[in-house]
């Protein structure tokens, strides 16, 4: 059983206990829930920088069935015991933890689909940035050498595009290719989530992330193109804005489709994306889009950069305090 507090204290951890539930592998879902949680309340004994010595010993109580439930054979038990670790990190009066960021950090790999994405979730939503930052920007790495490393055949593209030249199918689904396509689905949605998580996180290794997945983005990636996207154009950071260039300048103009899909859009599309996002920032409007010829972007780039940040540097700590209104001196 996890540590008991005196009742006698204003702020109370209770961790409720799941050893009789859990006792048997595989958990349930109902013994997920059962995890250790965390209320909060007021505390006289803890502040700012430390807790009181009862607390202390709750939370590491805590902390330790919530391990255990990570290592469980049953996925919705591990899925439960990151939301718990989230929770009880966000109830700890002195700041976030970079112990219980590094075990949320250690799921990102996990096998199954939802446990990664609740883990990205968890650590983009104020967990310790000296933990969340290099383990997410780190995984958006490797779910991308994941996808390269997936092989991308006709059946696959037959599949995709609904068959042969003619557009109908030309022969049964190869049960493979669609065992692929499934996996290539759960990796790009698992990219977005990664995309929407590193966004919240104003670094110079974010903008590097980002920065290396997009020339690697195509128009079929829609929402996830844009996102990434947008998320340089957030940061306005010049290595950022660069590469969002690059890859308009790279788009085609005066497309008009293909038996595969309509006109290509993409440089419009960014071009657009730019233009608003730094309406209050370059000293020069965005130049305008054209289906005949692409503007100097060299030019223009060349003459706005100064406005751009030329780092963003790390986003620690005391930074996410300032932008959450936090007091500076919480975390550990």
């Not at 539930?21 to 920088?49: D, G, K, Q, Y």
């Not at 998320?231 to 103009?253: E, M, N, Q, T, W």
């Amino acid at each position: 059983m996890a540590a008991t507090v005196p009742a006698s204290l204003a702020f109370t951890w209770i961790a409720l206990s799941a050893t009789a539930t859990i006792a048997a592998e595989p958990w349930s879902i109902a013994a997920a829930a059962a995890t250790p949680t965390v209320v909060r309340e007021e505390c006289a004994s803890c502040n700012a920088t430390a807790l009181c010595a009862a607390h202390q010993k709750a939370e590491v109580a805590a902390i330790s069935e919530l391990a255990a439930a990570l290592k469980s054979k049953d996925p919705f038990a591990r899925k439960g015991a990151v939301t718990k670790l989230a929770e009880l990190d966000h109830a700890r009066p002195v700041g976030p933890s970079a112990e219980v960021a590094k075990l949320v950090a250690g799921t990102l790999d996990d096998d199954v689909q939802h446990v990664r994405v609740e883990s990205v979730k968890a650590l983009a939503a104020r967990m310790h940035p000296d933990v969340a930052v290099p383990a997410l920007t780190g995984a958006l790495g490797a779910t991308m050498k994941e996808l390269a490393k997936m092989p991308f055949g006709r059946a696959d593209w037959d599949g995709i595009a609904g068959g042969g030249a003619g557009g109908g199918p030309t022969e049964p689904e190869d049960p493979k290719a669609l065992e692929r396509r499934k996996k290539r689905e759960e990796l790009h949605a698992l990219l977005a989530e990664q995309v929407a998580a590193i966004r919240t996180l104003p670094d110079d290794r974010s903008v590097t992330a980002l920065v290396e997945l997009l020339p690697q983005l195509t128009r079929w990636h829609g929402a996830l193109l844009d996102a990434t996207a947008q998320g340089l154009i957030d940061f306005k950071a010049r290595k950022g804005l660069d590469a969002v260039v690059a890859r308009i300048k790279s788009s085609p103009v005066g497309d008009t489709g293909s038996r595969w899909g309509g006109p290509d859009k993409t440089g419009a599309t960014l071009r657009d994306l730019l233009a608003r996002g730094l309406a209050e920032t370059a000293s020069e409007p965005v130049p305008e889009w054209s289906d005949e010829e692409h503007p100097d972007w060299d030019r223009w780039f060349a003459r706005n950069q100064k406005h751009f940040k030329a780092k963003l540097g790390k986003y620690g700590l005391e930074q996410m305090k300032a932008a959450t209104g936090a007091s500076p001196s919480a975390g550990s």
